[in-house]
């Protein structure tokens, strides 16, 4: 059993720099690739990035790649996302999620385990 626990979102100008914590309990963090999703109000959940275990291999979609930084701290049990140059369509409550499968959290279909959310705001 893995818990997620998100933090850091909040209210930000356009662009603006935010970075999202996800804190995951459990002794076998390494072993799940993790992602951050998001849903913006009226919306479907949208992929945002997936990381792997190791940390050493990423993906992003292409609405974030090069203005967000996903990243791991195994020591720490925790995976980050740093998000800069934010648009007010960034809008939207970001949630991690965690899975045994890269391609499974690339996916975004039958993910494990997924936390709560946290609201990001970006005003324009």
């Known amino acids: 059993q893995v818990q997620l626990v998100e933090s850091g979102g909040g209210l930000v100008q356009a662009g603006g720099s935010l970075r999202l914590s996800c804190a995951a309990s459990g002794r076998t963090f390494s072993s799940y690739a993790m992602g951050w999703f998001r849903r913006a109000p009226g919306k479907e959940r949208e992929f945002v990035a997936v990381?792997?275990?190791?940390?050493?291999?990423?993906y992003y979609a292409a609405t974030v790649k090069g203005r967000f930084t996903i990243s791991r701290d195994n020591a720490k049990n925790t995976m980050y996302l740093q998000m800069n140059s934010l648009k007010p369509e960034d809008t939207a409550v970001y949630s991690c999620?965690?899975?045994?499968?890269?391609?499974?959290?690339?996916?975004?279909?039958?993910?494990?385990?997924w936390g709560q959310g946290t609201q990001v705001t970006v005003s324009s």
């Open positions: 999620a965690a899975d045994p499968y890269y391609g499974v959290v690339r996916a975004g279909n039958n993910i494990h385990y």
């Open positions: 990381i792997n275990g190791s940390g050493g291999l990423t």
